[in-house]
């Protein structure tokens, strides 16, 4: 019986043990990633940036240079690398409360400088290493720590749309949103992924990657319960599509 | 004949089920009397009956499921 | 380069280059401005890296990220933007990240003024960000000293890998004065930067990771251990003062940049009322020269502690004096900058000034 590899663990992440909550689509995620960089050649090139929030352990997950940013700065520190090393793959992995909470400035004025670098936005509509708060992200209605009776427009203000905000900066050159509920989703994730990195390769300028996560714990949903309601009440909010493919050379 | 042969990673299980979820041919189930040192329950298969998709590890977080296809 | 005239802030500027500065980041504020202006046109010049940042927190976040790819850094502000900075800094501190940031004091509190000041003495000597960490910090009092220091100040801060910062007020920033940008730098082995986040193919089998987290507290506990080490080691290394006049003075004037200028003349004038008065001048102040304390004659009357501000340094004279000496302490704060007369006149009304 002759066997042929079809599925394994990518070179790009560590032997490390994810330190996610079961079900936790971080580590989907981070496969997409490590394996884009894999599958690109660069990983001997690439410094990811590791932002502060559950994914804060993330330069111990991927088989790259890593630098920890404080909270919110991961785009400033992204900035500096490839500015020094523009020949180098940037990445910076970060989450709702990192980037579109406290670091949403220098989120923002990475992609209108046109930063060569790659963000990997990962949107779970909460604060989860924290415990479960709400994020600028969070639904109208939901329930977290800090929103008990359900976020309300009045007092919170409305979900952010990040991407829907980015796309009209003229330095991105690609920005997508997209899930990983589904096998589907997962590699139409993976797709968009590794362009955005192809397009750092080429010198196209910012791109961006939103990808809606998932938060069992906090949600107090099961795992595969919380996949469900990122198809059923975050995609209407925060809806899959292409924002941006410039595919305009940066030179 | 199988088409496909899963090798699994127990320790790095946390038992979350999403593969048993998303196995399009159902034959995945979590083992009720087998915990891994973390204390999840790890998955089994009916390994007779395995397409060799790959779907349950291409949907595991945590890189548990090598996919062999068998030639 | 023979002598010219040059106005501070450009000097600082020039002198971070001739000192192996590859990359600033920085983002305008009085009164500092003219350091990433001239920057902005030279680095662009030279194939470096400048960026002007969306913001201060920004700014020392791109040094940061630069710092730990290996480069050498600067940062430039004043005040007001330091003290947004105090975050980057303790993590830089943290990583152990070598960078020079430049502080070009400036009145406050709060928004403040933009007249010279010396009211961050506590905000760059016991730090504004969290946990037990020192930046390497040096008072010039001429320009052509801020040269000097600047750049030793880069292989100060890969040696110790910290961050270390050259800290000035507006008057030496915004005033002109002739300077030789070529006086030889104290020669230091500096090793490889192979802890830099540089790519894997740079240094195979090994992977680097600029980080200051440290969960396990026995690890952290263990880093801070190391960082005392360090810190021990620039305090027996680094540590600089002046002492002017000091064979045998009846009072002794402990005065920094701007004020030390401002001393040096007010001794001239006490000369001529027949007061032989003497300056401790710290270059260093952190490590601040305690050791200078313990080299006062036994005719002295007290010290005079003057700086631009309410009063900060003075806290560091009175545990390094260990109550030996009576202590006085003439000040202006808001931009004001004290006339050697008036320094004089409190030298003679010591008592007046006495602070307890």
């Known amino acids: 019986m002759e066997l042929e590899m079809k599925y394994q663990k990518t070179k790009g992440l560590t032997d490390n043990p ?5 079900g936790c689509t971080h580590g989907i995620i981070h496969k997409l990633v490590a394996e884009s960089l894999e599958e690109l050649g660069v990983l001997d090139h690439t410094v990811g940036i590791a932002s502060v929030g559950c994914s804060v352990f993330s330069y111990q997950f991927f088989n790259a240079d890593m630098e920890q940013a404080a909270h919110g700065r991961a785009c400033a520190v992204a900035t500096g690398v490839k500015r020094i090393h523009p020949d180098n793959v940037v990445f910076t992995y970060q989450g709702d409360g990192d980037l579109a909470s406290i670091g949403i400035a220098e989120t923002i004025h990475a992609a209108n400088r046109g930063e060569n ?45 990040i991407s829907e905000m980015f796309q009209h900066i003229d330095g991105v050159a ?18 968009a992924i590794k362009k955005a990195f192809q397009y750092q390769i080429e010198k196209k300028g910012f791109t961006m990657v ?12 099961t795992p595969v319960d919380a996949l469900k309601w990122v198809e059923e009440s975050m995609v209407p909010v925060f809806p899959l599509q292409l924002f941006k493919d410039s595919g305009v050379s940066h030179e | 004949m199988p088409k496909g042969k899963l090798t699994f990673d127990y320790e790095k299980c946390k038992g979350c089920g999403i593969c048993v979820a998303f196995c399009p041919v159902k034959i995945m189930y979590s083992d009720k009397a087998t915990l891994n040192k973390s204390g999840y329950n790890i998955i089994r298969y009916d390994e007779d009956k395995c397409i060799g998709c790959a779907t349950c590890a291409m949907m595991c977080p945590d890189s548990v499921i090598t996919v062999e296809v068998i030639k | 380069m023979a002598k010219v005239l040059m106005k501070g802030n450009e000097a600082i500027a020039l002198a971070a280059v001739k000192g192996g500065c590859d990359a600033f980041f920085g983002y305008p504020i009085t009164p500092q401005n003219e350091v990433p202006e001239y920057l902005s046109k030279y680095m662009n010049e030279h194939g470096k890296v400048f960026v002007q940042a969306e913001s201060e927190v920004a700014a020392i976040n791109m040094v940061y990220g630069a710092a730990g790819a290996g480069a050498r850094v600067l940062t430039s502000s004043s005040s007001p933007g330091i003290a947004l900075k105090q975050e980057g800094i303790t993590y830089i501190a943290g990583a152990q990240l070598p960078c020079v940031i430049c502080s070009v ?49 880069f292989d100060i801060a890969d040696y110790y890998r910290n ?7 507006g008057l030496i920033g915004q005033m002109m004065e002739s300077v ?20 894997t193919k740079n240094h195979p089998g090994k992977r680097n990771v600029i980080n200051s987290l440290y969960l396990e507290p026995k690890e952290l506990e263990a880093h801070n251990n190391m960082l005392a080490k360090k810190y021990a080691l620039v305090t027996q290394n680094e540590t600089r003062y002046e002492m002017i006049n000091m064979e045998d003075p009846d009072y002794v004037i402990v005065a920094y940049g701007t004020m030390s200028r401002v001393a040096r003349s007010t001794i001239e004038i006490l000369k001529e009322k027949k007061l032989n008065v003497g300056i401790i001048r710290p270059i260093s102040l952190w490590p601040f020269p305690k050791i200078a304390f313990d080299e006062i004659g036994k005719n002295c009357k007290g010290l005079l502690v003057t700086e631009m501000s309410m009063g900060q ?10 109550g030996r000496l009576p202590i006085a302490f003439y000040g202006r704060s808001g931009g004001i900058v004290p006339e050697p007369e008036e320094l004089a006149e409190a030298v003679m009304n010591f008592e007046k000034w006495r602070v307890e």
């Open chain 3, 163 to 169: 961050p270390v910062m050259i800290l000035v007020d």
């Open chain 1, 174 to 191: 690609y920005l997508e949103r997209v899930s990983v509920f589904n096998p589907k989703q997962v590699r139409n994730a993976k797709k």
């Open chain 1, 210 to 221: 939103e990808i809606l996560s998932t938060c069992p714990v906090n949600w107090g949903k």
């Open chain 1, 117 to 161: 670098i790659t963000v990997i936005f990962v949107n779970n509509a909460i604060y989860g290493m924290t415990g479960g708060q709400m994020a600028p992200t969070s639904l109208i209605g939901q329930k977290t720590t800090t929103s008990q009776s359900g976020r309300n427009v009045l007092q919170h203000g409305n979900p952010i749309k």
């Open chain 3, 105 to 153: 004091m400036r009145g406050g509190p709060g928004l403040g003024s933009i007249q010279p000041s010396q009211g961050d003495y506590n905000q760059a000597t016991r730090g504004g960000g969290n946990g037990d960490y020192h930046v390497i910090c040096f008072a010039p009092e001429t320009i052509q000293e801020t040269i000097d220091t600047m750049k030793e100040a």
């Open chain 3, 180 to 199: 030789d940008f070529d006086r030889p730098v104290k020669h230091r082995f500096l090793p490889p930067k192979d802890w830099a986040a540089t790519g």
């Open chain 1, 18 to 22: 994810l330190s996610y909550c079961p």
């Open chain 3, 313 to 322: 340094m003075i806290q560091d004279v009175q545990i390094s004096n260990r």
